[in-house]
């Protein structure tokens, strides 16, 4: 069922390009320098095709909930979700909308020098200025209120959203946002669905925290569960107006 994406414009850009294109599954929200929305459509068919080729042959990726070990043989972006689905303790499927987001990205960088792709909410960031990244947390009171501020110097960066509240997304917890910030945007949403199951109420961020502490190559992370936040890592939050 088609969710409509309301948080997508809440924060104008008014120096970049934005557009939206749509194959499939695959709903993205493209801010770049002019409108690549060509380009991105083949990009996205080029991935799209290579990863449903791929579990054409090996239905078992698409299902499977346990860490994934793939084959030297196979696709970039397969062998990019197996990757991290084993540094998260998750399947492959649950970094899809990142590792797709990433991928596009850095195809079209060679057309713009400023790229922002956002799938489902899990974007993929390569920015000239700074940014700010509005974080939905559904009922939360925070929601509409804070957003990460994201620096020139930090991309390209993954920053990814989980919610046990919002969304039609697999979550086995109750969290109303994990938001994981990662240089690999698969391996930020990968870890933002592992965090995210294990956050049943506020009680549980802490736990959740330790265990990002001890996934490697993630930058931050922000836990939001009604009114309580746990805030970890190379994040700054800031107030939106």
């Known amino acids: 069922m088609y969710e409509p994406r309301f948080y997508r414009h809440w924060i104008k850009d008014d120096d970049l390009v934005s557009f939206e294109v749509a ?15 060509d380009k991105t459509l083949d990009s996205v068919l080029k991935h799209r095709g290579s990863l449903e080729a791929y579990i054409g042959r090996h239905p078992i990726f698409l299902t499977t ?31 899809v909308a990142g590792a797709i987001a990433e991928a596009v990205g850095r195809d079209l960088l060679a ?19 700074k940014r ?34 919002v969304g039609h997304s697999l979550s086995l917890g109750s969290a109303d946002a994990v938001v994981v910030l990662s240089p690999s945007t698969a391996l930020a949403d990968a870890a933002a669905t592992a965090l995210g199951n294990m956050v049943k109420a506020a009680d549980d961020i802490p736990r959740a925290i330790e265990k990002a502490q001890s996934i490697e190559g993630l930058r931050g992370l922000v836990i939001i569960v009604g009114d309580k936040m746990g805030v970890w890592g190379k994040v700054k939050l800031v107030p939106l107006e």
């Open 132 to 165: 700010l990244v509005g974080i939905y947390a559904g009922q939360s009171s925070f929601t509409k209120k804070i957003a990460l501020e994201i620096m020139p110097r930090e991309t390209p960066l993954g920053v990814c959203t989980s919610s046990g509240t």
């Open 65 to 95: 909930l346990d860490p994934y070990q793939a084959e030297a043989g196979a696709p970039a972006i397969v062998k990019e979700m197996a990757r991290v689905s084993q540094l998260t303790g998750v399947g492959p499927m649950a970094a």
């Open 111 to 129: 057309f713009s020098p400023e790229v922002i792709v956002e799938n489902g909410g899990d974007i993929f960031l390569k920015i000239s200025n």
């Open 23 to 37: 194959v499939k599954q695959t709903d993205l929200y493209i801010r770049s320098r002019r409108n690549l929305k």
